[in-house]
């Protein structure tokens, strides 16, 4: 079992940046694939990033290449999202995500073991 819990969200003007984390307790995140989603108001939860255990494998969504870097630290237990250029449109809660597999469908939430219970970001338009 681990336990996700992200911090670092909240209210940042267009084209401002946060640095999102999320600490992993009761088990070490090197032996997880990690990943970051996002749920917008009415919409359904989409893949934002993910990481290999080692840091070396590092995937994104088309809609935050080059504005958001997702690492990790696996000694202080902790995944990160810098992200940077905020959009209106990356509004959303903000979620970690474990999972002990390979991590060959990042993409997709049914892939991953442990979820955070998310932080909210809101970029006003």
């Known amino acids: 079992q681990v336990q996700l819990v992200e911090s670092g969200g909240g209210l940042v003007q267009a084209g401002g940046s946060l640095r999102l984390s999320c600490e992993a307790s009761?088990?070490?995140?090197?032996?997880?694939?990690m990943g970051w989603f996002r749920q917008p108001p009415g919409k359904e939860r989409e893949f934002v990033a993910g990481?290999?255990?080692?840091?070396?494998?590092?995937y994104y969504a088309d809609s935050v290449k080059g504005r958001f870097t997702i690492s990790r630290d696996n000694g202080k237990n902790t995944e990160y999202l810098q992200m940077n250029s905020l959009k209106p449109e990356d509004t959303a809660v903000y979620l970690c995500?474990?999972?002990?597999?390979?991590?060959?469908?990042?993409?997709?939430?049914?892939?991953?073991?442990?979820w955070g219970q998310g932080t909210q970001v809101t970029v006003p338009s």
């Open positions: 009761g088990r070490t995140i090197s032996t997880f694939f």
């Open positions: 990481i290999s255990r080692s840091g070396n494998s590092i």
């Open positions: 995500a474990a999972t002990l597999g390979s991590g060959r469908n990042y993409y997709s939430t049914y892939d991953y073991d442990y």
